[in-house]
């Protein structure tokens, strides 16, 4: 019994099943980080396509705290995430996770992959991002490093030709130029946000009177 129990331990075919398994224990996850300000169609619609073409098992939607790049003014961390819990409530493979917001601080994405490996090291992760991030991804904190903690996958947004310096995956999504810049603006001038962002998130801009001055 030991003799073979030692053969199959030096069997190649026999480690590749075991790898097989030990990664089928785990989940492939899309890690979709945003300031999400507030979260629109352009984000869902990646989600999914990305979900789907990459055939992950769920997406988890990750609001930052303090966006390291970014200056314009964001409505409050509990708006931001009630929209995306909205937004998000009606696909049972999205999910949102507040890490980043109980973590506080500038919100890092190499912190952020850390920790995940750290607190569920069994499973693989996709970091998404569109083509405007990853033509700054050397602005970044450890950029390298990240593509060892993830799978980079990059989305084509317009505006934004590819310019990736690191190994990643370009995944087809029908190009949708909706920002949540483009939200702000519209609702700021009084124009119509219906269909830019779902019913849901909608109604709650509304009620709340975010984005109005
Ligand atoms: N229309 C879109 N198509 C593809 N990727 C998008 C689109 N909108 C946002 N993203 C990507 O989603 C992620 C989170 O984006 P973020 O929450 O900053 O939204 P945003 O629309 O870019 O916001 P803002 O207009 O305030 O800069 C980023 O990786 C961004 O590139
Ligand atoms: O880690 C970094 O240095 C870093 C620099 C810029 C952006 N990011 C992440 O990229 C995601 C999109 O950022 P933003 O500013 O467009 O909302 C969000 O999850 C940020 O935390 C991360």
């Known amino acids: 019994m030991v003799a073979i129990a030692k053969d199959l331990k030096n069997n190649p075919v026999v480690e590749v099943q075991a790898e097989k398994l030990k990664a089928h224990d785990g989940k492939q996850i899309g890690i979709f980080g945003g300031t999400f300000n507030p979260v629109h169609i352009g984000h869902l619609l990646v989600a999914e396509q990305v979900l789907s073409k990459l055939h992950l098992d769920e997406i988890w939607f990750i609001p930052t705290n303090i966006p390291p ?3 314009a003014p964001i409505v409050s961390a509990q ?3 009630n929209m995306l ?3 998000t409530q009606d696909n049972a493979r999205f999910q949102v996770k507040l890490f980043e917001l109980f973590r506080g601080g500038v919100s890092y994405t190499v912190d952020t992959l850390r920790y995940l490996h750290e607190i569920y090291p069994e499973n693989r ?3 998404i991002m569109g083509s405007d991030q990853v033509n700054q991804l050397f602005e970044w904190k450890e950029p390298t490093k990240l593509a060892q903690l993830a799978t980079l996958v990059g989305i084509q947004r317009a505006g934004y030709p590819q310019k990736a310096r690191l190994p990643m995956i370009w995944v087809d999504v029908p190009g949708i130029d909706v920002s949540s810049t483009l939200v ?3 609702i700021a001038v009084g124009g119509s946000i219906r269909y830019l962002v779902p019913k849901t998130v909608l109604n709650y801009i509304k009620k709340k009177g975010l984005y109005y001055e």
Do not use: F, G, H, V
Request: aromatic share 14%; net charge positive.
């Open 69 to 71: 790049l970014k200056n």
């Open 184 to 186: 702000r603006q519209t």
């Open 79 to 81: 708006d931001r995430a």
């Open 85 to 87: 819990e909205l937004a």
């Open 125 to 127: 992760y996709y970091l």
